[in-house]
């Protein structure tokens, strides 16, 4: 088929799908998200604020939004606190994922010294929260309405550039954990 004065193929929309590559790609997570990933599973429903709060430093955007896509977290629902901060909670993918059966499977603090994990020397009081299965809100969470933008809440997706340049998915592609400032 020429398209001005050039030549180019084209497959006809019905035989589309037999054009298509599907390749799973692996990605290695930071180390920023997997604390961010077991701060959610032992103290959902968590908000940002308080994932902050426990790391003790800012939680970058691109860290949640790499939870986000895999499909590990959620959203849950809004605390009912001045600006309404969004909830979030582990999914079905994440107890499939780990091979778990329920969150209660997650290890305990035994086990996690057993492992060497922690540290022998822990400060006196620390505990390991019981983590909750329960997808009913809590007392303080409102549901998400059905006005909430959610995709908003992911980091934007760069615009390929005009003339050849490589696009945005390529190589490394997605959120960046980067300095740790928020893009917010």
């Not at 604390?35 to 604020?49: D, F, G, K, N, W």
């Not at 409102?142 to 340049?165: C, W």
Request: aromatic letters at 6%; zero cysteines; a negative charge.
């Amino acid at each position: 088929m020429r398209v001005a004065n050039k030549w180019t193929f084209r497959t006809a929309g019905d035989l589309a799908w037999l054009m298509t590559r599907e390749t799973t790609e692996t990605k290695k997570l930071s180390r920023a998200a997997i604390e961010v990933l077991a701060i959610v599973a032992y103290h959902q429903p968590v908000t940002r604020a308080e994932i902050e709060e426990i790391r003790g430093v800012v939680t970058s955007k691109g860290t949640l939004d790499v939870l986000l896509e895999t499909g590990w977290i959620r959203p849950r629902g809004r605390r009912k606190t001045p600006g309404r901060p969004l909830t979030f909670g582990t999914t079905e993918a994440f107890l499939s994922q780990f091979s778990l059966e329920a969150l209660g499977d997650l290890p305990g603090l035994d086990e996690l010294k057993g492992t060497g994990l922690l540290d022998s020397r822990l400060p006196s009081g620390f505990n390991v929260p019981t983590p909750s299965d329960d997808p009913t809100l809590r007392e303080d969470e409102d549901p998400l309405e059905p006005g909430d933008n959610l995709e908003l809440f992911l980091a934007p997706v760069a615009e390929p550039e005009e003339g050849g340049g490589k696009d945005s998915d390529s190589e490394g592609g997605g959120p960046s954990e980067g300095d740790g400032k928020d893009s917010a």
